[in-house]
């Protein structure tokens, strides 16, 4: 109900828009599908997708035969599922079993960083695990005082320096103090500076390298934070981190301010990283696993 409450300004758009066009075009011609196509580039699903999709629907209706256009809306939202749903996506996150699990939150300025690694604290605690939280981010003015706040809200401790300190040096003492309280998760909190490529990445692969060189598995996940209502400007983010780090999964906030939710099927589709977590609203439990079925069910009802 969460899911379904959060993604209510992209259904009532969506539908509304797919209502009318059921009800303008009732024979599965060109002008269909051309307004097809510019309601889903309406709702944020990406051209390079919008185009595959249509291709396959074009290509479902010639072999099935199917002329009415409401014997195809099944078959749309089949298709819409199945570009969420790549092969060996697996969205759960990569927790250990034993020892400590570390994970990385890169991301720029505003995207909802530092809330995220709030709310996913606030789950891990729910399940009764130990968690911490690492300042990684010792360059944005704030950053740590930020994310101190998020750790006093949800009730678990914060490792930090001065601003302005090496993020790698703090990561190695996030780890000492994790190991000798014994947490289970270690959230760690990267500067997001897209503008000096470089630098950035340069930083990342420095502090990935003192978090594996203490656990030879971690970080266990690097999650790249996405900011939904900034749309195509986020599938251009995440290209770009793309090419400075490596990235496990993907955490679409936002989903509940916009009407154009269609860019989590870009991201998916464009991207070979799959959505993990998607942020509903900004209080600490508005923060859901992403189920690809359920989003799209969800734009439909
Ligand atoms: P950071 O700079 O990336 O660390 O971003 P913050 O965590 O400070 O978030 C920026 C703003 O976005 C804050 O006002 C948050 O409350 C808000 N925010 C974060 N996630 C969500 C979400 O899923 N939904 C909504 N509506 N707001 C969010």
């Not at 009415?68 to 969420?84: Q, W």
């Not at 266990?220 to 900011?227: M, Q, R």
């Not at 998607?278 to 600490?284: A, D, Q, R, S, Y």
């Not at 992403?290 to 439909?300: I, M, P, R, T």
Request: a negative charge.
């Amino acid at each position: 109900s969460k899911f379904k409450d959060g993604l209510s300004k992209t259904r009532d758009n969506f539908t509304g828009r797919m209502n009318e066009l059921f009800a303008q075009y009732r024979t599965v011609d060109e002008d269909f599908f051309e307004e097809l196509e510019e309601i889903l580039i309406g709702a944020d699903v990406g051209v390079t997708t919008v185009m595959e999709l249509v291709e396959e629907l074009e290509h479902e209706a010639r072999i099935q035969n199917i002329t009415d256009t409401r014997k195809l809306a099944p078959v749309i939202s089949e298709k819409l599922a199945a570009k969420l749903e790549k092969r060996e996506d697996d969205t759960r996150l990569n927790v250990q079993k034993d020892g400590l699990t570390v994970f990385l939150f890169v991301g720029v300025n505003g995207v909802g960083k530092t809330t995220t690694i709030g709310k996913v604290a606030h789950s891990f605690k729910q399940e009764g695990k130990k968690v911490m939280l690492a300042a990684g981010d010792t360059f944005r003015a704030g950053a740590i005082e930020q994310l101190e706040v998020w750790g006093e809200r949800v009730g678990v401790d914060v490792i930090k320096q001065q601003a302005g300190s090496d993020p790698a040096a703090v990561m190695y003492d996030a780890i000492q103090s994790a190991r000798s309280r014994k947490a289970d998760i270690l959230l760690c909190d990267t500067a997001g500076r897209l503008q000096n490529k470089v630098n950035l990445m340069n930083e990342l692969e420095k502090v990935k390298r003192v978090i594996s060189k203490e656990i030879p598995d971690a970080p266990h996940e690097v999650l790249l934070v996405l900011d939904a209502t900034t749309g195509q400007n986020a599938l251009s983010q995440a290209k770009t981190f793309k090419q400075v780090t490596n990235i496990s999964g993907i955490v679409l906030t936002k989903l509940d301010g916009t009407a154009k939710g269609g860019i989590v099927l870009a991201i998916r589709n464009e991207l070979d990283v799959p959505v993990k977590l998607i942020g509903l609203g900004e209080k600490v439990e508005d923060l859901q696993p992403f189920d690809a079925e359920q989003f799209v069910y969800g734009l439909f009802k």
